[in-house]
């Protein structure tokens, strides 16, 4: 007995002073009668409670030391011993764990949600887009829905034959929040229209007298395809979709569907216009960065996938909205990191809306001479959209929203907008249909005046300069700010 003691010494006094050492670690942050109670854990069980893997069991370490106070030493062990134990059986486990689910390979179907179908088994026609009213004054409530009321193309040709400037697509996906309903967002939208003008004349917006649709030529560009089984699958196929519509020089927007399109959308930008060339505005109550997950993508991860993997660098995303309980203090850390610009409703209450607009839209102008704008509608406070699948209180009103998107698309070279998780399985009304539908126009009447080189100066003056004798009219484009080096 005495030879296996004198054998285990060194281990013994190598253990103690691991123990004192990591007691040291912790002076000021454990208290004094904590100590005393921990000074016989054993060192591994000490460290792991001290330095450990903790954070999941308390919002902060003196908050998980405070259930510590009437508990005697062998009670403080047991509980160390559980969060040990849920620790290790949450993590992978080579050998017993499948990192990812088989696919049936064999099956004869196994593209088959993707495929598309042959021209041949259509009427032959030459490439361009195809209108389906019947009646030249055709309204939303007749005829077959289309976004706006606008021609449909198909492919690639259609839209180089009908020289298209606008492509509005669909995507219905909804596996990437857990919550179901967003694939619907696209059908509601299309009907969420209300009104359309008669014959080949639109409606002017009435805050700057411009009607997109009499300045650009827009389609409706159907959905992509979407495996409802599998979010990783078909966000391969909605990349490569707006990726075909880029190439053609008309610009992509994305009509969701959650929030994990994100990634897609802006990677398939990206592979036409090159890496780290766009820069990214985006709307949204979160900021769908988080760095961890068993799955790798999801609504609340596509931001860090893209910055992972080089798309789009940090110092490029501009992130409009946020407010709750996420991003905590340590994904805040990780954003001033990146060199995030970041614009918090605390921000608006501490300042004002005018002020926060203006310093997201000079922050867009001196950026990449590329801007893609990703708008989570839950950017806007729930009385507003009730139809989606994290609403979050104290959001923007939609007298807030519209001039901003309006102004960025006016000021800036607007290469891609997405619209997602508009849910109308969850909204009593109609409400978030009407409101989703008014933020795309405002988006496009804001490209349409970038054509006419027309600028968003004016938003904040009244319509008429004359107390009502007169129309106002917005002035010519002024010159654009100056590009950061390096963007």
Avoid at 111 to 129: I, L, M
Avoid at 187 to 211: C, D, L, Q
Avoid at 400 to 415: K, Q
Avoid at 422 to 451: F, K, Q, W
């Amino acid at each position: 007995m005495a030879a296996r003691a004198k054998r285990l010494a060194p281990a013994l006094a190598l253990l103690a002073a691991v123990s004192l050492a990591v007691v040291a670690q912790g002076a000021g942050q454990v208290p004094d009668w904590l100590a005393a109670k921990i000074a016989t854990l054993p060192p591994a069980k000490k460290e792991f409670l001290l330095n450990g893997e903790t954070g999941g069991f308390a919002a902060r370490k003196d908050l998980l030391f405070k259930r510590f106070e009437t508990k005697t030493p062998a009670e403080i062990e047991a509980y160390v011993d559980g969060m040990m134990a849920v620790v290790e059986a949450s993590r992978f486990h080579p050998g017993t764990d499948e990192a990812a689910i088989p696919l049936n390979t064999a099956d004869p179907g196994f593209n088959g949600w993707r495929v598309k179908r042959p021209e041949a088994f259509d009427t032959p026609r030459s490439p361009g887009p195809i209108n389906l009213n019947r009646y030249l004054g055709a309204g939303p409530k007749q005829g077959i829905p289309t976004f706006f009321n606008q021609p449909v193309a198909l492919n690639p040709a259609d839209l180089r034959a009908g020289k298209v400037d606008v492509a509005i697509m669909g995507a219905g996906l909804d596996m990437g929040s857990g919550f179901r309903g967003t694939a619907y967002g696209p059908r509601a939208i299309r009907t969420g229209e209300v009104y359309k003008g008669m014959g080949f004349v639109t409606p002017e917006n009435m805050h700057v007298m411009v009607s997109p649709f009499n300045e650009l030529n827009v389609v409706d560009y159907g959905d992509a395809a979407v495996d409802q089984m599998s979010t990783e699958r078909s966000l391969d196929h909605i990349r490569a979709m707006v990726r075909e519509i880029a190439e053609t020089g008309a610009i992509p927007m994305i009509v969701g569907g959650d929030h994990s399109l994100m990634y897609a959308d802006a990677a398939g930008l990206a592979d036409v216009y090159g890496k780290g060339k766009v820069g990214i505005v985006h709307f949204d109550a979160h900021y769908d960065a988080s760095r961890s997950g068993d799955h790798l993508i999801s609504h609340g991860q596509p931001v860090y996938r893209l910055i992972k993997e080089g798309h789009v660098p940090g110092r490029n995303f501009i992130q409009v909205g946020l407010r709750g309980y996420w991003p905590d203090e340590s994904s805040f850390k990780w954003m001033r990191e990146q060199g995030f610009r970041y614009h918090p409703m605390a921000e608006v209450e501490k300042t004002d809306w005018n002020t926060v607009m203006n310093r997201a839209v000079k922050e867009a102008r001196e950026g990449p001479e590329k801007i893609f704008v990703s708008f989570d509608v839950d950017v806007l406070d729930p009385a507003f959209m009730p139809g989606t699948g994290t609403p979050e209180p104290g959001g923007l009103t939609m007298r807030e929203a519209m001039p901003i998107v309006r102004r960025l698309c006016a000021e800036t070279n607007v290469v891609g907008f997405e619209l997602v998780e508009t849910d109308p399985l969850v909204d009593p009304g109609y409400t978030s249909a009407l409101n989703a539908v008014r933020i795309l126009r405002e988006c496009l009447t804001g490209i349409a005046m970038r054509r006419r080189g027309l600028t968003s100066d004016h938003y904040l003056s009244p319509l008429t300069t004359d107390h009502g004798q007169g129309p106002w009219r917005p002035q010519p484009a002024a010159a654009p700010a100056k590009r950061r080096k390096g963007a």
